[in-house]
């Protein structure tokens, strides 16, 4: 109840920056690009190079509290720590009126769920499976450095015209033993664990969105399950399965790949 009070207060007191205003003396705001779990989110010009960058601001929610203070600082540290042209490239901290702020790399594109649903974006069975596999490069990359994304989602991959590239580390974390046994003691649902398999539970979604682009919706028909209503192989059935646990579960990144370039072939 405490919780939802302090969300509910937060959304009326916190504004969001206005555009014009300059931050720090060097980054000036141009647009709000949006609010996720632990930060707001604008585009800013840095007066002293002209180059666009992001600036993330801690939100108020989170500010007021040790763990979210703590996470955002935590969030930083593993964008500092991700050298990889698939993610946004980190640049400076600092305050703007005690709200703690960061700068990262402006990514020109557009995200998976605008070129989904403002786009139009249709994707066959062979460019899903495509595209899952470019994602999942950079998901073996950060499992390689012991850490976890845990928001794979359509919003957070953006096309940029060439390539993938994966943003928000905000509910990143880094792989720990121990949070494994915890998890399988406690049988922690799959979407809140810090394991290799959120984010494999995150890649399959990725994937049902991109197949999803190719079926068509009868208002007047009866809910299906993703397995009837889509027309996929086999193959690809296969691999969803095992992402969502619904068969034995992958345990890695090449277990993966393997199956993708068995559908592909």
Known sequence: MFKRSVLFFSYLLEKPLSSELVIADKYKVVKHLGMGSYGHSYLVIDLSTQQKKVLKALRLHKR??????????????????????????????GMIKEIPFYTMEYIEGKNFEQLIFSEGWTITEPEAFKLADELLTLIEHLHHM??????????????????IRLIDLGLGRYLSHDLEVEAVTKKVDVRKGVNFQVDFYGLAHFLLFLLYTNYSFDPHE???SWEEELNISSSAKH????????????????????????LLI
Do not use: M, W
Not at 67 to 92: A, N, T
């Open 146 to 163: 012991n850490i976890i994304h845990r928001d794979i989602r359509i919003p957070n991959v953006i096309y940029d015209g060439t390539k």
């Open 222 to 224: 009866k809910e299906k």
């Open 239 to 262: 691999i969803i399965r095992r992402l969502l646990e619904i068969d034995i579960k992958y345990d890695s990144c090449s277990q993966i790949r393997k199956d993708i370039k068995k």
């Open 64 to 93: 007021i509290t040790k763990s979210g203070r703590r996470g955002f600082e935590l969030e930083k540290e593993l964008l500092k720590s991700i050298d990889h042209p698939g993610f946004p490239k980190y640049f400076e901290a």
